[in-house]
């Protein structure tokens, strides 16, 4: 029904620069142009041609009735108390997706979807427990960034990073992340240094090559275990790419001097905590220019893992520290308003949803 009314103008947001340039070549417009539409675009986050007022009348009228700027609404904004901000979209066809900024001292970062839903069923995971229904475009990923990117400038505030890290796998999903990252680095887009755009990705590694030998974006990895066979109960993504074959990718990403590859390690209590554990992912990582990030596991009501407790997981980041891995514990943000890692659903549950969490099998095996 929705689809049935889908606007045919052509979408200016969510297009790369060449593309822009191309669009109004084609149409007989100046080359400037591309800069000057693409800076209400992305830098005034203009929603409206009527809004672009050094553009003349004559041709935001033109614009009007050839294009449009698409701006899927804010269905709800939930601030948590620590400041983080979750927003769920809802798009075009009805699917919900949703994305979090979150402020600290001089960082604005937010955290992107790029799918609704996802196909890997990472067992700690909520998204991946509502299982996959659809890439998200360019547009859309690139209208969290605007959305994020206006609610800030009206603080007098700006965005400094932007990490694809919210619901789905970013490599799953290569030609729209990739327009994506285009308008974000580009000087005319967001301007963003590379290493403020930073993509995670549960380890699709030959999308993961090809990303870095074409963006100077920074890499992180959810890593999660130090052994195939935990991995391989926890993310089955682990099957088709090992982890074997992972750590020697995330050791091959070319890297500018002083940057590292983040692992991220979700801890889960009785799973993957132990300190045989650790000792064997600072094997894993000996001499690599990887950082680990280490996260509490979030809970979620999709399924019975709990956080290690504190001594534990002191003791985990002592081992790694003193194997010589550089090693943080994430803070919690936005746990009030379900906004921290692995916890992004997107929109209430729907018939998709799985009448059976995988969870509860894996919690088990490891905790007789
Ligand atoms: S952790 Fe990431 S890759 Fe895994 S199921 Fe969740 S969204 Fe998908």
């Given at each position: ?27 007989g417009?100046?080359?400037y ?17 009527s ?57 604005r ?54 990490v ?23 000087q ?71 940057c ?11 799973v993957?905590d132990?300190?045989?554990?650790a ?35 002191e ?18 943000r ?35």
């Amino acid at each position: 029904m929705m689809n049935a009314m889908k606007d045919a103008r052509t979408d200016l947001k969510g297009m790369p620069l060449p593309e822009l340039e191309e669009f109004f070549r084609s149409r007989g417009k100046e080359r400037y142009r591309t800069r000057q539409v693409s800076r209400w675009l992305y830098r005034k986050f203009a929603e409206e041609f009527s809004t672009m007022t050094d553009l003349s009348r004559d041709f935001r009228e033109e614009m009007e009735t050839m294009c449009r700027i698409s701006s899927p609404p804010a269905e709800k904004v939930e601030l948590s108390l620590d400041g983080t901000e979750k927003v769920l979209f809802r798009l075009e066809d009805g699917e919900g997706v949703e994305s979090v900024l979150i402020p600290e001292k001089s960082r604005r970062t937010l955290c992107v979807s790029t799918q609704a839903g996802c196909a890997l069923s990472c067992v700690f995971c909520a998204t991946g427990a509502s299982g996959f229904r659809r890439n998200m475009t360019s547009a859309e990923i690139i209208h969290q960034v605007c959305f994020a990117g206006r609610r800030l400038a009206e603080r007098g505030e700006r965005l400094t990073n932007v990490v694809f890290m919210g619901m789905g796998e970013p490599l799953e999903n290569v030609p729209e992340v990739s327009r994506a990252i285009d308008i974000l680095l580009s000087q005319y887009g967001f301007g963003l240094a590379g290493k403020r755009v930073t993509v995670s990705t549960a380890g699709i590694i030959p999308a993961m090559r090809d990303l870095a030998d074409r963006y100077p974006v920074s890499f992180a990895v959810s890593l999660n275990a130090a052994s195939e066979e935990v991995r391989s109960r926890l993310m089955p993504v682990n099957r088709r790419y090992p982890l074997r074959d992972l750590i020697a990718a995330m050791r091959g990403i070319p890297l500018r001097n002083g940057c590292k590859v983040t692992a991220e390690y979700v801890l889960l209590s009785g799973v993957n905590d132990t300190p045989a554990d650790a000792r064997a992912l600072a094997r894993l990582l000996s001499g690599a220019r990887i950082k680990v990030n280490l996260i509490p596991v979030n809970p979620h009501d999709q399924g019975d893992f709990r956080p290690p407790s504190p001594a534990s997981e002191e003791r985990f980041r002592d081992i790694l520290v003193a194997g010589g891995v550089q090693t943080i514990t994430r803070e919690r943000r936005g746990a009030d308003i379900r906004a921290a890692c692995g916890q992004l659903r997107g929109a209430p549950a729907g018939p998709r949803e799985r009448g059976k969490s995988p969870l509860r099998a894996i919690a088990s095996s490891k905790n007789p």
